[in-house]
């Protein structure tokens, strides 16, 4: 019979040992490859995940990854060699993979077997990869332990917001975007894209917010409201109330929800948590150190009355370049989305417009009816006397408008319609051209027009340089 002294002395060497063990060690199969993957207990363990890859060079796997080597402590179960530091790779490798069957283990076995497919590699020995926090991630501590609400805008600033604090170890409660009815197809299907994503990480899904309008109101969206006002989205009078209208309220009323009307909703389990905790949100803005983007953070408050406010972009110090990059690395080429916005935008450049003709020319004529319906209807702030002539004639017979402080069009001082007729964009009716030949001279020209400081997005056309910025 074992005495009390006894069990406690096995009970304790048993839990040693437990502790002295990766938390899971196992073998699987990468294309015909074998790879020991484990992770210590450990706080340092808990922040890294090693790797042993078998049949690849050391050398080849630094050149491919572009990555430093770097020491690999002793674990049971891994390889004792050198090894390499991953600090931007966690589809591949990342601390919270959770073992062969964790949610990211289906990612890491077709990277694997992409890269053993497309690169011979030869090795006898295996070789250790370690994945670290990014060396960038301090910088952003300041967000640690905070409730976070990230604003996500479908946007490459807003992805690749995404990415940072996921690199960084950061998990936001909760991820809102605010659909105006007005998207284009791309934005919609980046969206769909980024839940998968954010799924595979355990993270929350993208929260939709929308506006509902009344049921007798005749509209529910942006677009219809401008249509069934005769009028242009307020950006075109220098405002904006329809982003306040569409974008920001909509996001408010997720999260604190609403007591009355149309929208009404409880509020989210995030706001209950600060207000019994006392604590504040964070709403997390994807503006990056662009000089417009500086410019529009530069205006805007650090708090108001319910929500704090952060740019981590900004406290990253990366510019549009940087958040492509990052995109890229991470997600992979596709994954870079074109610029969020309506279609009938008044904020689009001309080189936009000529790529909406060609790749969505039933939303450029939708554009084109809401302005001539906007600047001919009953509510009409067009003045015949001040221009001499009425809108649809100088939209049909003269080059441009005259200089004037008053808004002529979805463009401010220019109409969509007239530069349409202008460029040859639409044939006498006023309807986007579709033929193959229209829509190739409107691509070129886009890519043509398109200027690097400026919605620097997936809309570029390889082989065809950018314009100098102005």
Wanted: charged share 25%.
């Amino acid at each position: 019979m074992t005495s009390s002294i006894g069990r406690r002395t096995m009970r304790h060497s048993r839990r040693k040992q437990s502790n002295d063990r990766p938390q899971w060690n196992a073998r699987a199969t990468f294309g015909g490859r074998a790879a020991v993957a484990a992770r210590d207990r450990t706080a340092l363990a808990r922040r890294e995940l090693w790797f042993g890859l078998r049949g690849c060079r050391l050398s080849q796997l630094c050149r491919h990854l572009r990555v430093e080597r770097a020491y690999a402590p002793a674990f049971p179960g891994v390889p004792q060699t050198s090894g390499l530091r991953i600090p931007s790779w966690p589809l591949l490798l990342h601390r919270e993979i959770g073992g062969p069957g964790g949610p990211q283990a289906s990612i890491v076995r077709r990277t694997c077997r992409r890269w053993f497919q497309d690169h011979s590699w030869r090795c006898a020995e295996p070789d250790v990869i370690v994945a670290r926090p990014p060396a960038w991630a301090h910088r952003l501590r300041s967000l640690e332990g905070r409730l976070l609400a990230v604003c996500f805008g479908a946007g490459v600033d807003s992805t690749a917001m995404l990415i940072a604090l996921y690199l960084a170890g950061i998990r936001p409660q909760i991820i809102t975007f605010a659909d105006v009815g007005g998207e284009k197809p791309e934005t919609l299907v980046h969206l769909a894209r980024m839940n998968a994503v954010l799924a595979s990480w355990g993270w929350p899904p993208i929260d939709i917010c929308r506006k509902v309008t009344l049921a007798s109101t005749s509209y529910d969206d942006l677009y219809g409201n401008c249509i069934a006002n005769e009028t242009l989205p307020s950006l075109a009078f220098g405002k904006k109330t329809c982003s306040q209208k569409y974008k920001q309220t909509p996001q408010d009323q997720f999260i604190k929800g609403a007591r009355s009307g149309p929208n009404a909703r409880l509020p989210h389990p995030v706001w209950e948590e600060a207000q019994r905790t006392g604590q504040r949100i964070v709403k997390l803005i994807g503006y990056d150190c662009g000089r417009a983007d500086m410019r529009r953070s530069q205006k805007l408050l650090n708090a108001d009355a319910d929500f704090d406010f952060s740019y981590p972009l900004q406290l990253l110090g990366w510019i549009r370049e940087d958040c492509i990059d990052i995109i890229k690395q991470v997600l992979g080429s596709s994954y870079v989305p074109i610029k969020s916005a309506c279609f009938f935008c008044p904020a689009s450049k001309i080189w936009e417009l000529y790529w909406l003709a060609a790749h969505h020319p039933d939303l450029l004529d939708r554009a084109l009816l809401l302005e001539r319906n906007a600047l001919t209807g009953r509510h009409s702030r067009f003045d015949e006397i001040e221009f001499g002539a009425t809108w649809e004639e100088l939209v049909s017979n003269a080059d441009r408008f005259p200089s004037s402080n008053t808004t002529v069009g979805l463009g401010r001082n220019f109409a969509w319609n007239q530069w349409a007729r202008v460029n040859d964009v639409v044939d006498e009716a006023f309807r986007v051209r579709r033929s193959e030949a229209a829509r190739s001279r409107f691509r070129i020209r886009a890519a043509q027009l398109r200027k690097s400081d400026n919605a620097n997005d997936a809309r570029a056309i390889s082989g065809v340089p950018l314009a100098a910025a102005a």
